[in-house]
């Protein structure tokens, strides 16, 4: 079998396993917040800019089932290993091309975010269709290629504002290789083809006192805090190496020491988004923990490198030593208690809980239902099909917007929590009750409970 046909199957088995668990796996707490987005379409969120909204609106026009949400991710990342073997198979060749697809679709970081949407799915689409058309525009020197790079790369940064390392990687390539194309017309155009894909973010920060670039400045700082967090970043690293695949993350590093990796142009311009996005956050996280999707976009590129090196020097051994493991590392994402993660140690823990408790809450009489916060108050949204709001201050988000002018006090009805609030409550309504403790179980996970009051002024 040639390794393109291989390269099919693995990009099969890699959508149709993803259909087959999508189909049968609750709805993550933060893809039910996303998919309330999709409710309320706006030019931009408190949280994040607005083109996941809008994914997950196309592709639930005929109905809001989990795999209609989740049909996004297998959109996007369908899309990222097309753009992907296009990137590799210009600037190297056919050979590199098939292995960065299959290095791709199969790392970790793929798998779950074939199955939970979020705005990295549509982040990690731009980003790598706009990387395949800098690439031709860097080295072909074409307008409409520079165009293509831009609206793309503004289309990422409308996805996560993570996408600002991509640029940024984009303006020192061109300082450093070819730093005559500033006296062009050519990168001005394609910032601002960026610029006009990302307006309806900036007019909508305008509208709102630049909230959500503030939000996103300060979810990633330190705040001022002076402790060092140098064993969460080790964690982190360690992360991104199981995220990526420990293989083929040691061959990264190797890439990163090599001097042809930045002399030869074409290899410098796959690894810089990478080194960039990865040095970025191993930094940001000396002062603060950091999340490993956050560092996913470096994984497209990195791929590219990796799988380039992996076919010069026919390093077969080595990738399907990798792939194994990336097999494995996918069946004990997919199925922990088979590999007898159980309890605290399942990974699907977040994923249980939720959609037990709303099925519980169906026994209460007809009655408004509030929570604490965001995520819980989305999830149950989505499982009981009915406005569930967040009345008490916790965490700031999009609720704020949609809650505007509502007065809870005057209102009776249940209040959900996972902890126990009742002095808080007490502030807000005359009554409170703890009607129960309400405990979800299921065999192989952490039990999680909920406190379920009732209160009333």
């Given at each position: 079998?040639?390794?393109?046909?291989?390269t099919?199957?693995?990009?099969?088995?890699?959508?149709?396993?993803?259909?087959?668990?999508?189909?049968s796996?609750?709805?993550?707490?933060?893809?039910?917040y996303?998919?309330?987005?999709?409710?309320?379409?706006?030019?931009?969120?408190?949280?994040?800019?607005?083109?996941?909204?809008?994914?997950?609106?196309?592709?639930?026009?005929?109905?809001?089932?989990?795999?209609?949400i989740?049909?996004?991710?297998l959109?996007s990342f369908s899309g990222?290993?097309?753009?992907?073997f296009?990137?590799?198979?210009?600037?190297?060749?056919?050979r590199?091309?098939?292995?960065?697809?299959?290095?791709?679709?199969?790392?970790?970081?793929?798998?779950?975010?074939?199955?939970?949407?979020t705005?990295?799915?549509?982040?990690?689409?731009f980003?790598?269709a706009?990387l395949y058309?800098a690439?031709?525009?860097?080295f072909?020197?074409?307008i409409?290629?520079?165009?293509l790079?831009?609206?793309?790369?503004?289309?990422?940064?409308?996805?996560?504002?993570?996408?600002?390392?991509?640029?940024a990687?984009?303006?020192?390539?061109?300082?450093?290789?070819?730093?005559?194309?500033?006296?062009?017309?050519?990168?001005?155009?394609?910032?601002?083809a960026?610029?006009?894909?990302?307006?309806?973010v900036?007019?909508w920060?305008?509208?709102n006192d630049?909230?959500?670039?503030?939000?996103?400045?300060?979810?990633?700082?330190s705040?001022?805090?002076?402790?060092l967090?140098l064993m969460d970043d080790?964690?982190f690293?360690?992360?991104?190496?199981g995220m990526?695949?420990?293989?083929?993350?040691?061959l990264?590093l190797?890439?990163?020491?090599?001097?042809e990796?930045?002399s030869?142009?074409?290899?410098?311009?796959v690894?810089?988004?990478?080194?960039?996005?990865?040095l970025?956050?191993?930094?940001?996280?000396?002062?603060?923990?950091?999340?490993?999707?956050?560092?996913?976009?470096?994984?497209?590129?990195?791929g590219?490198?990796?799988?380039?090196?992996?076919?010069?020097?026919?390093?077969?051994?080595t990738?399907?030593?990798?792939?194994?493991?990336?097999?494995?590392l996918?069946?004990v994402?997919?199925?922990?208690l088979?590999f007898?993660?159980?309890g605290k140690?399942?990974?699907?823990?977040?994923?249980?809980?939720?959609?037990?408790?709303?099925?519980?809450?169906q026994?209460?009489?007809?009655?408004?239902i509030?929570?604490?916060?965001?995520?819980?108050?989305?999830s149950?949204?989505y499982?009981?099909?009915?406005?569930?709001?967040?009345?008490?201050?916790t965490r700031?988000s999009?609720f704020?917007?949609?809650?505007k002018g509502?007065?809870f006090?005057?209102?009776?009805?249940i209040?959900?929590?996972?902890?126990?609030?009742?002095?808080?409550?007490?502030?807000?309504?005359?009554?409170?009750?703890l009607?129960?403790?309400y405990?979800?179980?299921?065999?192989?996970?952490k039990?999680k409970?909920?406190?379920i009051?009732?209160?009333?002024?």
């Amino acid at each position: 079998m040639t390794l393109e046909s291989k390269t099919y199957l693995v990009v099969l088995f890699a959508l149709l396993s993803a259909i087959f668990f999508n189909v049968s796996t609750p709805l993550y707490m933060d893809e039910s917040y996303y998919w309330l987005w999709s409710k309320h379409l706006s030019l931009s969120y408190y949280d994040h800019p607005y083109m996941i909204a809008y994914f997950i609106k196309l592709c639930t026009l005929f109905g809001d089932d989990i795999w209609m949400i989740r049909t996004v991710n297998l959109i996007s990342f369908s899309g990222a290993a097309f753009f992907i073997f296009k990137t590799a198979d210009y600037l190297f060749d056919r050979r590199s091309a098939l292995y960065a697809v299959i290095l791709f679709i199969l790392s970790p970081a793929v798998t779950l975010g074939l199955t939970i949407t979020t705005p990295d799915s549509p982040l990690i689409l731009f980003w790598s269709a706009s990387l395949y058309f800098a690439a031709k525009a860097f080295f072909d020197k074409r307008i409409n290629d520079y165009l293509l790079a831009g609206l793309m790369g503004g289309f990422a940064l409308s996805s996560k504002y993570t996408a600002i390392l991509l640029l940024a990687s984009y303006f020192l390539f061109l300082a450093i290789k070819t730093p005559r194309e500033w006296m062009t017309s050519r990168p001005y155009l394609a910032l601002l083809a960026s610029i006009i894909a990302f307006l309806p973010v900036i007019f909508w920060n305008i509208d709102n006192d630049f909230i959500s670039f503030a939000f996103q400045y300060h979810h990633g700082h330190s705040g001022g805090e002076n402790r060092l967090h140098l064993m969460d970043d080790l964690a982190f690293l360690g992360g991104m190496a199981g995220m990526f695949n420990p293989v083929f993350f040691l061959l990264l590093l190797s890439l990163f020491t090599r001097k042809e990796s930045y002399s030869d142009p074409k290899q410098f311009f796959v690894i810089l988004p990478a080194l960039l996005t990865i040095l970025f956050f191993l930094y940001k996280g000396i002062y603060k923990k950091m999340e490993l999707n956050w560092v996913a976009p470096a994984f497209v590129s990195a791929g590219i490198a990796v799988a380039h090196l992996i076919s010069r020097q026919n390093l077969t051994k080595t990738f399907y030593a990798g792939v194994i493991l990336s097999l494995i590392l996918i069946g004990v994402i997919r199925y922990p208690l088979v590999f007898g993660l159980e309890g605290k140690h399942n990974p699907q823990n977040r994923l249980f809980g939720y959609e037990e408790l709303a099925h519980h809450l169906q026994g209460y009489p007809p009655q408004p239902i509030f929570a604490d916060h965001l995520t819980l108050a989305s999830s149950l949204t989505y499982s009981l099909r009915k406005e569930v709001w967040v009345p008490i201050p916790t965490r700031k988000s999009q609720f704020d917007w949609w809650q505007k002018g509502m007065n809870f006090k005057t209102q009776s009805g249940i209040f959900v929590s996972r902890y126990d609030r009742a002095n808080e409550l007490k502030a807000f309504w005359k009554y409170v009750e703890l009607d129960e403790v309400y405990t979800a179980r299921k065999k192989g996970f952490k039990e999680k409970s909920f406190y379920i009051y009732q209160v009333s002024n």
